[in-house]
């Protein structure tokens, strides 16, 4: 822009070497002052154009990058739920248990999802723990812990009398 306006001064003084008409001298330098704000005027137009784009691209991409920042996540969070590696079987687990003897209510990290049972910390009674499998057995009247009552054809003896 510096070397714009060198220019354009150096363009001034030509003219008043050359021209020797001051009528004459003074219009042309009105006509190229006219001329210089015009392109001034139209390349703040050009830039105040530009500068609105780029911020509406900026916004644009910043509402992009927030929703790829979520979708990352939840992507994560199905990656957990679905695919438990090695390093996730040595996590700890949050559960949630009530004591049958006492009725308490207790948190407890399980390292182990196959952990039979764990110890009430307020009865100190052992509770054992069923996590839902299903009966491996093919006998109609098992009594294996692994379901409940109303889920086989479990037959209790005192049920018959």
Sequence with gaps: M????????????NLEDNISDKDALEMAKVEMFNLYNLFFDEITNLEQTIN???????????????KLKEMDKSLKNIEKDIYMDD???????????????CNETFMAEINDL?????V???????????WGND????????????????????????DDM
């Design 114 to 118: 196959t952990s039979e049972e764990i």
């Design 135 to 158: 009966c491996d057995c093919e006998d109609d009247n098992c009594d294996c812990c692994s379901h409940m009552e109303d889920d086989c054809n479990y037959k209790d003896e005192d």
């Design 120 to 130: 009430c910390p307020e009865c100190n009674n052992t509770i054992e723990l069923d």
């Design 87 to 101: 390093e996730m079987d040595n996590e700890d687990y949050d559960v949630e248990i009530r004591c049958p003897y």
């Design 52 to 66: 609105n784009r780029i911020v509406t691209i900026a916004e644009s991409q910043l509402h992009v990058e927030e």
């Design 2 to 13: 510096a070397n714009f306006n060198a220019e354009f001064k150096k363009i001034l003084k």
